[in-house]
């Protein structure tokens, strides 16, 4: 199908950008990787009436750096970035593997980690890690710089807290030193998209876990944190038999989603296994 009309912008700067979401942002769409935004007009899913393209910004906000305790991610960078990233390989080995497993190798050189996290799609990988990292996002505007835990940055499928005048400039988190971390996934297997994913960051001491953050992909219409997961698996042995009687279970009380890839149920019971998986695998390293 092709997309409804639409005007086309190409701002030289992050200021340009920010003035046209102030004066246009209601009616706009902004354009990064548009691995998401093009199919989705494509089928008329949505139907800006003007595109933004921010190619000109990726020299700005690709970057992956680390400042004081703070690892920080341009908004631009690339999941190949994240991918190949030797400072995340060191201080937090979870992007780069739930970076790996996205889409294709086509996907993972233009996409990027700022169109993901505000495109909002439940099964998409880093919204979840970036959940268990307890990250924050940086949006700006005319108006100035907000700072917004990812924990309350998403709200509903393909929703997000962003405000129309708002670009999301950069992703950041307290590096999870000591911890250790995995994601795993069962994927669709044409789209690799999440099926359901889990993504664990564990703490360890004396063979026993001391803190814990999972945080799930596809399960529910957003990324999702159980409290009462992740407060069962404190003082919790590392064998395997110990960690799926703590994970069994943690998704009986959601609402979850319901598609031709998976019923409710079925989603419920692979929480409880790739839970387990994701915390068995980050005790492995």
């Not at 942002?25 to 595109?51: C, D, F, T, W, Y």
Request: glycine letters at 8%; hydrophobic letters at 45%.
């Amino acid at each position: 199908m092709i997309p409804s009309a639409f005007d086309y912008s190409t701002p030289a700067s992050l200021d340009e950008v920010l003035q046209l979401l102030a004066e246009e942002g209601e009616n706009s769409k902004v354009l990064a990787g548009g691995h998401s935004l093009i199919p989705a007009m494509r089928l008329r899913l949505a139907q800006p009436e003007k595109i933004i393209d921010i190619k000109a910004l990726r020299p700005q906000l690709s970057y992956i750096k680390e400042e004081g305790d703070l690892i920080k991610i341009g908004a631009m960078t690339t999941y190949y970035q994240i991918e190949t990233s030797d400072l995340l390989k060191e201080k937090a080995p979870i992007l780069p593997e739930a970076a790996s497993v996205i889409g294709d190798v086509q996907v993972r050189n233009w996409g990027t980690v700022g169109g993901s996290l505000v495109h909002a799609d439940p099964s998409s990988d880093l919204p979840s890690v970036m959940l268990a990292l307890d990250a924050e996002v940086v949006l700006k505007s005319t108006k100035g710089e907000r700072v917004e835990p990812v924990s309350s940055f998403f709200a509903g499928i393909l929703q997000t807290t962003i405000e129309p005048d708002e670009l999301l400039v950069e992703i950041r988190f307290k590096a999870p030193g000591g911890k250790k971390s995995s994601y795993k996934k069962l994927p669709n297997k044409a789209s690799h998209y999440s099926v359901v994913g889990a993504a664990a960051v564990v703490g360890v001491a004396d063979g026993k876990i001391t803190d814990a953050a999972v945080a799930f992909s596809g399960l529910a219409e957003i990324p999702m944190r159980f409290d009462a997961l992740e407060q069962k698996l404190v003082g919790v042995a590392t064998d395997e038999a110990s960690i799926a009687e703590a994970c069994k279970g943690c998704a009986s009380g959601v609402d979850a989603l319901e598609d031709l890839h998976g019923s409710q149920d079925y989603r419920r019971a692979m929480a409880d296994v790739f839970a387990k998986r994701a915390i068995l695998a980050a005790l492995s390293k």
